[in-house]
């Protein structure tokens, strides 16, 4: 079973940038859809971005479109976000999850983790 971690996150100036780590503590991940999410302060859990499993296909939410980069290295287990150009409304926890990609975003179906939190400083 797909069990996922987060990590890499921080606190950053505006524009700075940071690279967010998943990374599969169990098995399968080569077969699965791997997606981020983020949650930022007293507001909904909300898409990201997401990857199939062969890398053959990217999807991102228009808010990170042209500064955050999905990746993954399935013999490595692991999955990565880069974001560039951070802004404030980017503070969140972001998170990540494996599932059922529908359209232009990703139905997550594994259990959520704790997260990793970035903070974007004006």
């Known amino acids: 079973q797909v069990k996922l971690v987060e990590s890499g996150g921080g606190l950053v100036h505006t524009g700075g940038s940071l690279r967010l780590t998943c990374w599969d503590s169990g098995r399968g991940f080569e077969n699965v859809v791997v997606g981020w999410f983020r949650q930022p302060p007293g507001k909904e859990r909300e898409f990201v971005a997401s990857i199939t499993y062969n890398s053959d296909r990217t999807y991102y939410a228009d808010s990170v479109k042209g500064r955050f980069t999905i990746s993954r290295d399935n013999a490595r287990r692991t999955g990565y976000l880069q974001m560039n150009n951070l802004r404030p409304d980017d503070t969140a926890v972001y998170l990540c999850?494996?599932?059922?990609?529908?359209?232009?975003?990703?139905?997550?179906?594994?259990?959520w983790g704790q997260g990793t939190q970035v903070t974007v400083s004006s």
């Open positions: 999850n494996y599932g059922l990609q529908t359209g232009a975003t990703m139905v997550p179906v594994g259990s």
